[in-house]
């Protein structure tokens, strides 16, 4: 069974960082499709990075050139380094594993991902 924990959110101003980390345990985190998504209050969760086994990454316009995701596959361990935070930024942010080690041509879409982690909330104040 899969299980991955998310770690790292918190408040920041605008123009602020914050680094979230995604704990996996359960499976060869190697293998695996990374995604972070994010929901903010009365919308629907939407992808906004991935990484895949190869190390091919994928960005939402939204987040280009200001997060960068990365992973640690010693440590089992997905980051997303968020930089140039804005109020919009305000969600909660969820890491997701699909099975296959590539990610797929709809990665954005959350029924591409298998396992999810239990978020963590990120709040932008202006």
């Known amino acids: 069974q899969v299980q991955l924990v998310e770690s790292g959110g918190g408040s920041v101003q605008t123009g602020g960082s914050l680094t979230l980390s995604c704990k996996i345990s359960?499976?060869?985190?190697?293998?695996?499709?990374m995604a972070w998504f994010r929901q903010a209050p009365g919308k629907e969760r939407e992808g906004v990075a991935a990484?895949?086994?190869?190390?091919?990454?994928h960005y939402d316009p939204s987040v280009q050139g200001r997060f960068i995701i990365s992973r640690d596959n010693a440590k089992n361990t997905l980051y997303f380094q968020m930089n140039s935070l804005k109020p919009e930024d305000t969600a909660m942010y969820y890491c997701?594993?699909?099975?296959?080690?590539?990610?797929?041509?709809?990665?954005?879409?959350?029924?591409?991902?298998?396992?999810w982690g239990q978020g963590t909330q990120v709040t932008v104040s202006s």
């Open positions: 997701a594993a699909d099975v296959r080690p590539y990610c797929s041509g709809i990665w954005w879409l959350k029924r591409e991902y298998n396992y």
């Open positions: 359960g499976d060869t985190y190697s293998r695996h499709c």
């Open positions: 990484i895949a086994s190869e190390d091919t990454i």
